[in-house]
């Protein structure tokens, strides 16, 4: 392949995959792009990346592969307790403010795992919020989550982690709230059990979409590690669309390196990664 049309080519999947999913792919990452794209490449029989790109471009495939690219180019870390100190926030402040508000009737919480992957952050929430119930506290709590990725949105229904996975859950909680896999093939592997999974429900979302089909009123919304993929433009695009699905009051809780990527005029610094809408 000629090298003007490679770099054409390279130039357009790299506006495609910023324009469809927010994610900006550096020229110096093609390397990391390739290996991701290796198992489509080898699928359509292309002569290496380029082969595949044109393949897209040129002959055609590019609405048949992009939802498979998009999955494969997703980035999905993700860890049950991961950045703990944001349910601790949610368990000491969020939740008591919740009751005390809503007293003497007991509130419904709204919370949106907005980047939810296969789910760990949505049912580390629901966890630590059941413990909140246990320990007297009374509310209702509803937990939706979303991700771009449907393999991961598949994942997440199932409900079903590896023991490695789970094991930052403490020993007390996961013995409480997983199954252990029975049958052969789930061995070494544990279920949400249906108490939690009753309260999750999961959804296909494009956080680069317009809209959001997700209610306003919303009491927090976990968006963490996914604005630091994001060029400036589209990390504020997306933060003032969230603002808006937040109720008065209501909490935006991003990653602890991303802190500095909220800047929004209805947005007041609760503490390091947590901001409250005013």
């Not at 390739?34 to 380029?50: M, N, Q, T, W, Y």
């Amino acid at each position: 392949m000629n090298q003007p049309l490679r770099h054409a080519h390279d130039q357009m999947f790299s506006d495609l995959i910023r324009t469809r999913t927010g994610i900006q792919l550096p020229v110096h990452r093609r390397q990391m792009i390739e290996s991701r794209l290796r198992p489509r490449i080898l699928a359509v029989g292309a002569k290496g990346f380029d082969g595949y790109l044109a393949q897209l471009f040129d002959n055609g495939l590019l609405e048949e592969e992009l939802p498979l690219v998009i999955d494969l180019l997703t980035t999905n870390k993700t860890d049950f307790y991961r950045e703990a100190t944001h349910f601790d926030v949610l368990v000491r402040e969020i939740v008591p403010e919740a009751i005390r508000r809503s007293a003497p009737i007991p509130p419904r919480l709204k919370i949106w795992s907005a980047a939810s992957s296969e789910g760990a952050e949505a049912y580390t929430i629901a966890i630590v919020l059941a413990e909140c119930l246990r320990a007297g506290k009374n509310f209702f709590y509803a937990i939706l989550g979303t991700d771009i990725s449907q393999r991961m949105l598949e994942r997440a229904q199932r409900a079903i982690y590896t023991k490695e996975q789970l094991s930052p859950i403490p020993a007390e909680l996961r013995a409480r709230y997983t199954m252990q896999g029975r049958a052969p093939a789930h061995a070494g592997t544990a279920r949400m059990v249906p108490e939690l999974r009753d309260r999750v429900q999961f959804m296909h979302l494009n956080l680069m979409d317009r809209t959001y089909p997700v209610d306003r009123d919303v009491d927090v919304i976990f968006l963490r590690n996914v604005l630091i993929y994001f060029g400036a433009e589209d990390q504020a695009s997306v933060v003032s669309r969230l603002v808006g699905h937040l109720r008065p009051g209501g909490y935006l809780i991003v990653g602890h390196s991303e802190s500095m990527v909220v800047s929004h005029p209805q947005m007041k610094q609760h503490s390091p990664s947590i901001f409250r809408k005013t």
